[in-house]
């Protein structure tokens, strides 16, 4: 696998640092994107990428 994608609610703080602790990069925000129970919310997508060989 060479890139891999996790993307969570800007609301989320704790899944931030979880994403970032593991080595996911932050690459950007997308506005208005998951439906939640509350309303929609953006989201963060982070990624990981694998070293050239």
């Known amino acids: ?8 609610s ?3 703080e704790a899944s931030c640092r979880v994403a ?3 080595g996911f ?4 925000t ?3 994107a998951h439906p939640h129970p509350d309303g929609r919310h ?3 997508v982070h990624a990981r990428i694998s070293p050239a060989p």
């Open 30 to 32: 997308l506005r208005s």
């Open 10 to 12: 800007t609301r989320s």
């Open 25 to 28: 990069a932050l690459e950007g």
């Open 1 to 8: 696998m060479h890139r891999l994608v996790l993307n969570h």
């Open 20 to 22: 970032q602790k593991t």
């Open 42 to 44: 953006d989201v963060h």
